[in-house]
């Protein structure tokens, strides 16, 4: 019998899909990525199972999500369209880099996901799978199977008795993983609507969040985050603590009408609380301890590697090369940033670092300044030559 790996994630779209690919005549086996989305696995696991599923794998991926996916991006500043931290985007490469691995010791010949036609997901995970094993099948179900509405569909997993949950109607579609949360759908489709709070599960609405400030000191080592307020976390425990608090401080929201791979333009709003004070932090050390002309060309190159994660080129030679870059650049990124988290918004208050390039004796305007301004007139003569007419 021919044997598929399905990414399950226990929603309504997988679940059928177990069902649909056993009568196309496979065995199917369900791999469950843990991203830290915060759901019920062992759940998970039974209605795989029930709905037919010969085998489930469950996956702790969190670590690896955060070494070699999360602390890559952020070290390089990518963020999509200046409002996306891209958390969605970058789990897909490591779903299918799982996909492809337990494909490979199951000895199937196929992968399948439950991506519809019109999103990015579907183009990360095939895209991914191509790269890391040509050789492999790839089946979308939800891209080809006969049903024409959700209802039909709920039809069909009633009948077949695949456990789905049909008491509450969800009026968004949600990804979530410990990076973030990306909502779409629904009433978010209209873009003349302002996002209802309902749509937000993590962050408060600023306008209703203490009136006290919060400060934040975050210590970088190379570009990495250690130490908050002094002590030490591991990176998980990190972001959870920063989701947490700016969720609580009203951080992290944004609203974004943003240009889909596939030429759609979308509604979606993102809850990144973390992801935006870990941004602002470590671009602010890196106004301190980078030069110049390295801020602005990596300013270029985050825009450009923000373009590859969300467009699904994770294992693109460029994309490795850009690492290269940026990796050369973190070595001086150490230092820490206190940030004040007030109703939504997360802004720096000081900066400090060992490799700083601030020299307060040029920069200032007291006495004692010693900064030659006689050798400005020479310098802006030689500089302005050859726009003279
Ligand atoms: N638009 C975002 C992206 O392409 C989020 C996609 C959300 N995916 C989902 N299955 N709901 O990365």
């Given at each position: 019998?021919?044997?598929?790996?399905?990414?399950?994630?226990?929603?309504?779209?997988?679940?059928?899909?177990?069902?649909?690919?056993?009568?196309?005549?496979?065995?199917?086996?369900?791999?469950?990525?843990d991203?830290?989305?915060?759901?019920?696995?062992?759940?998970?696991?039974?209605?795989?199972?029930?709905?037919?599923?010969?085998?489930?794998?469950?996956?702790?991926?969190?670590?690896?999500?955060?070494?070699?996916f999360?602390?890559?991006?952020?070290?390089?500043?990518?963020?999509?369209?200046?409002?996306?931290?891209?958390?969605?985007?970058?789990?897909?490469?490591?779903?299918?880099?799982?996909?492809?691995?337990?494909?490979?010791?199951?000895?199937?010949?196929?992968?399948?996901h439950?991506?519809?036609?019109?999103?990015?997901?579907?183009?990360?995970?095939?895209?991914?799978?191509?790269i890391?094993?040509?050789?492999?099948e790839?089946?979308?179900?939800?891209?080809?199977?006969?049903?024409?509405?959700?209802?039909?569909?709920?039809?069909?997993?009633?009948?077949?008795?695949?456990?789905?949950?049909?008491?509450?109607?969800?009026?968004?579609?949600?990804?979530?993983?410990?990076?973030?949360?990306?909502?779409?759908?629904?009433?978010?489709?209209?873009?003349?609507?302002?996002?209802?709070?309902?749509?937000?599960?993590?962050?408060?609405?600023?306008?209703?969040?203490?009136?006290?400030?919060?400060?934040?000191?975050?210590?970088?080592?190379?570009?990495?985050?250690?130490?908050?307020?002094?002590?030490?976390?591991?990176?998980?425990?990190?972001?959870?603590?920063?989701?947490?608090?700016?969720?609580?401080?009203?951080?992290?929201?944004?609203?974004?009408l943003?240009?889909?791979?596939?030429?759609i333009?979308?509604?979606?709003?993102?809850?990144?609380?973390?992801?935006?004070?870990?941004?602002?932090?470590?671009?602010?050390?890196?106004?301190?301890?980078?030069?110049?002309?390295?801020?602005?060309?990596?300013?270029?190159?985050?825009?450009?590697?923000?373009?590859?994660?969300?467009?699904?080129?994770?294992?693109?030679?460029?994309?490795?090369?850009?690492?290269?870059?940026?990796?050369?650049?973190?070595?001086?990124?150490?230092?820490?940033?206190?940030?004040?988290?007030?109703?939504?918004?997360?802004?720096?208050?000081?900066?400090?670092?060992?490799?700083?390039?601030?020299?307060?004796?040029?920069?200032?305007?007291?006495?004692?300044?010693?900064?030659?301004?006689?050798l400005?007139?020479?310098?802006?003569?030689?500089?302005?030559?050859?726009?003279?007419?």
């Amino acid at each position: 019998m021919k044997k598929v790996i399905l990414a399950y994630s226990g929603g309504l779209d997988t679940s059928c899909a177990i069902r649909w690919l056993k009568e196309r005549g496979y065995e199917v086996i369900c791999f469950v990525a843990d991203l830290g989305q915060g759901e019920n696995f062992p759940a998970i696991k039974k209605r795989a199972l029930i709905a037919g599923a010969k085998k489930v794998y469950i996956k702790d991926l969190q670590d690896e999500f955060i070494n070699d996916f999360i602390m890559p991006a952020l070290k390089a500043n990518a963020v999509y369209e200046g409002k996306y931290f891209l958390a969605t985007a970058l789990g897909r490469p490591l779903i299918a880099k799982y996909l492809v691995e337990i494909a490979h010791k199951e000895k199937a010949t196929a992968v399948a996901h439950g991506c519809t036609g019109k999103g990015n997901d579907q183009v990360r995970l095939e895209v991914t799978v191509g790269i890391l094993d040509p050789k492999l099948e790839i089946i979308a179900p939800v891209r080809i199977w006969e049903f024409k509405s959700r209802e039909e569909e709920i039809e069909y997993a009633l009948r077949f008795k695949i456990p789905i949950d049909v008491t509450k109607k969800k009026p968004y579609s949600i990804d979530r993983n410990l990076w973030g949360i990306s909502i779409e759908a629904g009433i978010l489709e209209d873009l003349e609507q302002a996002p209802p709070q309902d749509a937000y599960l993590i962050t408060q609405d600023p306008q209703r969040v203490s009136n006290t400030p919060k400060y934040l000191e975050i210590h970088f080592e190379k570009g990495l985050p250690k130490k908050i307020n002094g002590k030490n976390y591991p990176l998980k425990n990190l972001i959870g603590y920063l989701n947490k608090v700016g969720g609580q401080y009203g951080i992290g929201r944004s609203d974004l009408l943003e240009n889909r791979l596939v030429g759609i333009k979308s509604r979606e709003i993102y809850e990144a609380p973390a992801a935006t004070i870990l941004y602002t932090a470590h671009k602010e050390l890196e106004s301190l301890v980078l030069d110049r002309e390295l801020v602005h060309f990596k300013e270029m190159v985050a825009l450009k590697y923000a373009e590859l994660v969300y467009y699904g080129l994770w294992y693109s030679k460029l994309k490795e090369a850009l690492d290269a870059f940026v990796e050369s650049t973190q070595e001086k990124v150490t230092g820490a940033v206190k940030l004040k988290l007030f109703k939504g918004s997360c802004v720096a208050v000081t900066r400090k670092s060992p490799y700083s390039l601030y020299k307060r004796e040029l920069s200032t305007y007291g006495s004692e300044d010693k900064f030659n301004q006689k050798l400005a007139e020479g310098f802006i003569k030689i500089w302005g030559l050859p726009y003279q007419k």
